[in-house]
């Protein structure tokens, strides 16, 4: 329910601010996160059979996108919380006023 949460928030937000959305922020954010969770479905971890060097290659291969998926997922989701507070900070300005 993270997204939905954000989407929501981010919504509410842009109207009251009449602002632009941040929904390509919570895409990405999710996106990546959903590529790195969809990666452990490709992950051949079986460690009591002997394994092949191609095998080991394609491992690491799919462990690395899925590291670098979860990097981007990361940045993604500081950079909106970032601008998401930094609205806030701007409707209760404006509710000040």
Do not use: C, Y
Not at 15 to 39: D, N, T, Y
Not at 44 to 65: F, H, K, L
Not at 66 to 78: N, Q, R, V
């Amino acid at each position: 329910m993270p997204a939905v949460s954000m989407w929501k928030l981010n919504q509410e937000q842009s109207k009251r601010l009449h602002a632009q959305s941040l929904s390509s922020w919570i895409m990405m954010w999710w996106g990546f996160l959903l590529v790195r969770m969809a990666s452990a479905l490709f992950l051949d971890i079986d460690v009591e059979g002997e394994r092949t060097i191609a095998e080991m290659q394609s491992d690491a291969i799919i462990q690395t996108v899925a590291d670098i998926a979860l990097i981007i997922a990361g940045i993604a989701l500081i950079v909106l919380i970032h601008l998401m507070t930094k609205r806030l900070f701007m409707i209760e300005v404006e509710h000040r006023e």
